[in-house]
């Protein structure tokens, strides 16, 4: 049961193989060799894990944003980002220079009742000072509109890659990840990009470029002295500005943890709402909602408190080093060696430097987070699939569908019996079907034809081809799956049967539909074909979405028809009508097929009767009846259930 209910959650994933994006389609040439071991950043349990708990520096992450915004796809943008630059270093120069010209606009004003300056002239300075004041705060916003669009297709081409990479992964990958937790990382890393753009390029690098200018200033203008005082003070706020944040970025990642297991919770809950309630499970759920919140709560709580502790901190440096600035201009005032507008201009100076630093902890802050996030989500990329393709490999077109098991050996790791050798041929068109208990290993099989795994020992073959040797995504467009429980996008009738082929004209999804007995109920609806079929297609019965899987796989029109279960989570009524389209469905096909009702594997040219991994029986149903062995006990066993049911109705 485990292995057939594993194998309806990936039915969607076998769909997008065969609707592979750019990205997707890259990344298996970036690990084309063969994986008999796992590589360094294969998808290991060990590995998955290391994405949550990897650290990235700043100069890392600086590099690899540089990386990005060279790529080809952001060209157009770099002409953009030279401009963007040079308003900010015009920017930082006019927040030095508007002081200064204020400055002598009060030392002009003074002076104007001793007769050695006219009011013109202190007009001219105030004016000029204003308006260059607002040139240095306007220029930052004209920079921002314009760089607004070139961090928008940043993240986008960052976010693409991490999706289509994640798409490429093996199913292994995806066992061992929780799809909120998955989705977090792609976020947060876009986000990531955003901010280290920002905090970095426009707003810590210019504050430094107008302490340098400022200091310059100071000393030349005015004393040197006040010069070494705005250095140090600004020193000392960041040095301990970072002191103390990278305590807070230590409990920002511990919130962060919380954050990602509270989420997860929330989707896996939200998600999976009808196991829920048909458990009656909703107060523990909402409890176990409450626990992870609450360990959030607590860690939130944490880092807000070192906030405070941080804002106190730099408040204190900021106000000394102020007071130590204006009382030195004081003194120099007394002493006839300053004006009074010079203080002005020494108070202003300084206040602008401060500006930006008042966010400096926080800005450092998100700067290491997002160093952390964006090593994340490169860590996802730089992980690679299990099952890749070979360099060589080769294209399937025109598949007949001759399938070969040979001696085909393989055991998962999670599990403690897997399959052993696994003989058989089927001729093209043929079906062959695989019955036994729970456990047996029947969808391990199909798995290993889909090559979600590689084999342990010995070969799988397609038309004559080792499938290791052929390209993943032609081997999955020559194999359709109906799984159990089809499942299906929150989308129209339409899109999801047309998934498979998103250009099939009407006449061929009308066809799809007809051959899978779904026409006359689509014809019958409101909306017809513009119906939506809800969250994984609950709007609609167990039969109506096994006949839209059916519908999709026809579309597909695969040479392999590989059948999972497909009706024994129906009742008899259902499973007759689903039956019959699926006999349509295959029709000139080769058929592989797993059943637990043995009544709908009787027309088999072969069943294989498995046990623990291994072919105990094989034959026709005749023949098997014959032999009176393991087939003919679950036969006799099942009739016995049947006449039960019978008698009860």
Same mark, same amino acid.
């Given at each position: 049961?485990?292995?057939?209910?594993?194998?309806? +959650?990936?039915? @969607?994933?076998?769909?997008?193989?065969?609707?592979?994006?750019?990205?997707?389609?890259?990344?298996?040439?970036?690990?084309?060799?063969?994986?008999?071991?796992?590589?360094? +950043?294969?998808?290991?349990?060990?590995?998955?894990?290391?994405?949550?708990?990897?650290?990235?520096?700043?100069?890392?992450?600086?590099?690899?944003?540089?990386?990005?915004?060279?790529?080809?796809?952001?060209?157009?943008?770099?002409?953009?980002? !030279?401009?963007?630059?040079?308003?900010?270093?015009?920017?930082?120069?006019?927040?030095?220079? #508007?002081?200064?010209?204020?400055?002598?606009?009060?030392?002009?004003? #003074?002076?104007?009742?001793?007769?050695?300056?006219?009011?013109?002239?202190?007009?001219?300075?105030?004016?000029?000072?204003?308006?260059?004041?607002?040139?240095?705060?306007?220029?930052?916003?004209?920079?921002?509109?314009?760089?607004?669009?070139?961090?928008?297709?940043?993240?986008?081409?960052?976010?693409?890659?991490?999706? *289509?990479?994640?798409?490429?992964?093996?199913?292994?990958?995806?066992?061992?990840?929780?799809?909120?937790?998955?989705?977090?990382?792609?976020?947060?890393?876009?986000?990531?990009?955003?901010?280290?753009?920002?905090?970095?390029?426009?707003?810590?690098?210019?504050?430094?470029?107008?302490?340098?200018?400022?200091?310059?200033?100071?000393?030349?203008?005015?004393?040197?002295?006040?010069?070494?005082?705005?250095?140090?003070?600004?020193?000392?706020?960041? !040095?301990?500005?970072?002191?103390?944040?990278?305590?807070?970025?230590?409990?920002?990642?511990?919130?962060?943890?919380?954050?990602?297991?509270?989420?997860?919770?929330?989707?896996?809950?939200?998600?999976?709402?009808?196991?829920?309630?048909?458990?009656?499970?909703?107060?523990?759920?909402?409890?176990?909602?409450?626990?992870?919140?609450?360990?959030?709560?607590?860690?939130?709580?944490?880092? @807000?408190?070192?906030?405070?502790?941080?804002?106190?901190?730099?408040?204190?440096?900021?106000?000394?080093?102020?007071?130590?600035?204006?009382? &030195?201009?004081?003194?120099?005032?007394?002493?006839? %060696?300053?004006?009074?507008?010079?203080?002005?201009?020494?108070?202003?100076?300084?206040?602008?430097?401060?500006?930006?630093?008042?966010?400096?902890?926080?800005?450092?802050?998100?700067?290491?987070?997002?160093?952390?996030?964006?090593?994340? &989500?490169?860590?996802? &990329?730089?992980?690679?699939?299990?099952?890749?393709?070979?360099?060589?490999? @080769?294209?399937? +077109?025109?598949?007949?569908?001759?399938?070969?098991?040979?001696? !085909?050996?393989?055991?998962?790791?999670?599990?403690?019996? $897997?399959?052993?050798?696994?003989?058989?041929?089927?001729?093209?068109?043929?079906?062959?079907?695989?019955?036994?208990? #729970?456990?047996? $290993?029947?969808?391990?099989?199909?798995?290993?034809?889909? %090559?979600?795994?590689?084999?342990?020992?010995?070969?799988?073959?397609?038309? *004559?081809?080792?499938? %290791?040797?052929?390209? /993943?995504?032609?081997?999955?467009?020559?194999?359709?799956?109906?799984?159990?429980?089809?499942?299906?996008?929150?989308?129209?009738?339409?899109?999801?049967?047309?998934?498979?082929?998103?250009?099939?004209?009407?006449?061929?999804?009308?066809?799809?539909?007809?051959?899978?007995?779904?026409?006359?109920?689509?014809?019958?609806?409101?909306?017809?074909?513009?119906?939506?079929?809800?969250?994984?297609?609950?709007?609609?019965?167990?039969?109506?979405?096994?006949?839209?899987?059916?519908?999709?796989?026809?579309?597909?029109?695969?040479?392999?028809?590989?059948?999972?279960?497909?009706?024994?989570?129906?009742?008899?009524?259902?499973?007759?009508?689903?039956? $019959?389209?699926?006999?349509?469905?295959?029709?000139?096909?080769?058929?592989?097929?797993?059943?637990? %009702?043995?009544?709908?594997?009787?027309?088999?040219?072969?069943?294989? @009767?498995?046990?623990?991994?291994?072919?105990?029986?094989?034959?026709? +149903?005749?023949?098997?009846?014959?032999? /009176?062995?393991?087939?003919?006990?679950?036969?006799?066993?099942?009739?016995?259930?049947?006449?039960?049911?019978?008698?009860?109705?």
């Amino acid at each position: 049961m485990a292995e057939r209910t594993f194998l309806t +959650h990936i039915t @969607v994933m076998i769909s997008v193989d065969k609707n592979t994006t750019p990205a997707a389609k890259a990344a298996p040439k970036q690990a084309a060799k063969p994986t008999a071991k796992p590589a360094a +950043h294969s998808e290991t349990a060990k590995d998955v894990d290391n994405i949550e708990s990897a650290d990235g520096g700043i100069g890392l992450s600086i590099a690899r944003i540089m990386q990005l915004l060279m790529r080809p796809e952001l060209k157009k943008w770099r002409p953009t980002a !030279v401009i963007a630059v040079l308003l900010t270093l015009v920017s930082s120069c006019l927040e030095v220079l #508007s002081p200064l010209l204020i400055g002598d606009a009060i030392n002009t004003v #003074s002076e104007i009742n001793t007769g050695n300056a006219t009011l013109t002239g202190a007009l001219f300075y105030l004016s000029a000072g204003i308006a260059i004041r607002f040139a240095a705060a306007g220029l930052p916003q004209l920079r921002d509109m314009m760089f607004a669009p070139i961090s928008q297709d940043a993240q986008r081409v960052a976010c693409v890659d991490a999706f *289509g990479h994640a798409q490429s992964m093996s199913l292994n990958f995806h066992q061992t990840r929780r799809t909120g937790a998955l989705n977090r990382i792609i976020e947060r890393g876009a986000s990531a990009i955003d901010y280290l753009i920002r905090f970095l390029a426009f707003n810590i690098g210019p504050t430094f470029v107008r302490l340098i200018l400022a200091a310059v200033a100071l000393g030349i203008a005015f004393d040197i002295r006040l010069s070494l005082i705005a250095v140090v003070a600004v020193a000392l706020y960041v !040095v301990a500005t970072v002191i103390i944040t990278e305590w807070r970025v230590r409990q920002r990642r511990r919130m962060n943890e919380a954050d990602t297991g509270w989420r997860a919770i929330s989707v896996d809950t939200l998600t999976n709402f009808e196991t829920v309630k048909a458990f009656a499970a909703e107060r523990r759920e909402t409890q176990r909602y409450s626990d992870a919140m609450a360990i959030y709560n607590d860690r939130y709580v944490d880092a @807000v408190r070192s906030m405070y502790l941080l804002n106190f901190v730099q408040a204190f440096i900021m106000n000394a080093g102020l007071f130590a600035v204006l009382a &030195l201009s004081t003194w120099n005032y007394i002493e006839g %060696r300053m004006q009074i507008g010079d203080l002005t201009a020494v108070m202003l100076m300084l206040l602008s430097l401060y500006a930006p630093l008042n966010i400096l902890g926080w800005a450092w802050r998100e700067i290491k987070q997002g160093a952390v996030d964006l090593e994340k &989500l490169y860590g996802l &990329l730089q992980m690679k699939a299990e099952i890749a393709d070979r360099e060589d490999s @080769v294209v399937l +077109h025109h598949p007949r569908g001759d399938v070969a098991f040979e001696d !085909v050996s393989f055991r998962h790791g999670a599990r403690s019996v $897997g399959v052993q050798q696994v003989d058989f041929k089927l001729m093209a068109g043929r079906k062959i079907a695989f019955v036994g208990t #729970s456990g047996a $290993g029947k969808s391990t099989v199909l798995k290993l034809l889909f %090559r979600f795994y590689d084999v342990d020992g010995g070969r799988i073959m397609i038309d *004559g081809h080792d499938i %290791r040797d052929i390209t /993943q995504e032609s081997l999955r467009q020559s194999l359709g799956l109906v799984p159990q429980d089809v499942v299906l996008f929150n989308d129209t009738i339409r899109n999801n049967i047309c998934y498979a082929i998103p250009d099939a004209d009407d006449a061929a999804l009308e066809d799809a539909a007809r051959r899978a007995q779904l026409l006359d109920f689509v014809k019958s609806l409101p909306d017809g074909w513009d119906t939506h079929v809800g969250e994984r297609g609950l709007k609609l019965s167990g039969g109506e979405k096994q006949r839209v899987g059916i519908a999709r796989v026809i579309l597909a029109n695969p040479a392999i028809l590989v059948l999972d279960e497909a009706t024994s989570a129906l009742d008899s009524a259902t499973e007759a009508a689903v039956q $019959g389209a699926l006999d349509e469905a295959a029709k000139g096909r080769t058929t592989l097929m797993v059943a637990h %009702r043995l009544s709908t594997v009787q027309n088999a040219d072969e069943i294989v @009767v498995m046990q623990a991994g291994a072919i105990v029986e094989r034959g026709s +149903h005749q023949e098997l009846l014959a032999k /009176q062995g393991k087939y003919a006990e679950m036969w006799s066993q099942q009739a016995k259930r049947d006449e039960l049911v019978h008698a009860a109705e």
